[in-house]
């Protein structure tokens, strides 16, 4: 970074303690926790909040997702949802992760702000569900409507690199009013170019290795993960040394 310029906070996305560990560790500056990330992360169990809150000396965001797939929400999903982020918020976390869509793919700013008031006094991040609206510009102005403190976000492309010129444009629209968080395919090798694009001043990662299972008994007959998973015996887990040289490329 150019000297006078703030350090950019490097945001890891985990989905369980140890790796949030592995992300402070090498230096980031806030987590969002997640569970089920092969389907884009879904809400993370009550004991895995509350002991990363209590391990963690950064803040702990949690995403409020009770499914994969769409983000158009059931009445019943949203009670879910309403009830899940006040589980967080007495757990301890800082902020929640939250977004819903209409059917037609905007924002839906009527039935998202009850859980935004909900959310209060913890920060809010609008999730990616933002990526996959027909306007990202008259989504950011919903967005900023609803009273989200930041939108996470790819700038519609399949990655942050490649949606780096939107994600400027989103940053120049917002003009302060609310944080622009890229987010997807960020490494060691293009942070510091996303961030010079783009003028964010956070960026989401992963910094995740694979890892070998301890198992020495392997049946390899039984998959549990059918379609969506990876193969049984091999973890991904964040790597502090990867995290550490996002850190150090934006700081």
Known sequence: MMAGQRTVLVEACVDSVE???AAEAGGAGRIELCDNLVEGGTTPSAATIAVACERLRIPVFVIIRPRGGDFLYSDLE???MRRDIAQAKTLGASGVVIGAL???GTVDVERARPLVEAARPMQVTHHRAFDVTPDPFEALEAIIALGADRVL???QAPSALEGAEVIAAAV???AGRIGILPGAGIDGGNARRIVEITGAREIHVRGTALRPSAMRYRNQRVDF???LTAEDH???VTDAGLIGAI???VG
Request: hydrophobic fraction near 40%; charged fraction near 25%; aromatic fraction near 0%.
């Open 19 to 21: 790796s949030a560990l």
């Open 234 to 236: 091999v973890l991904e």
């Open 225 to 227: 993960g059918g379609r």
């Open 78 to 80: 949203l009670e879910i």
């Open 102 to 104: 209409r059917a037609d």
């Open 172 to 174: 120049r629209q917002a």
């Open 247 to 249: 850190v150090q490329a």
């Open 153 to 155: 976000t790819s700038g």
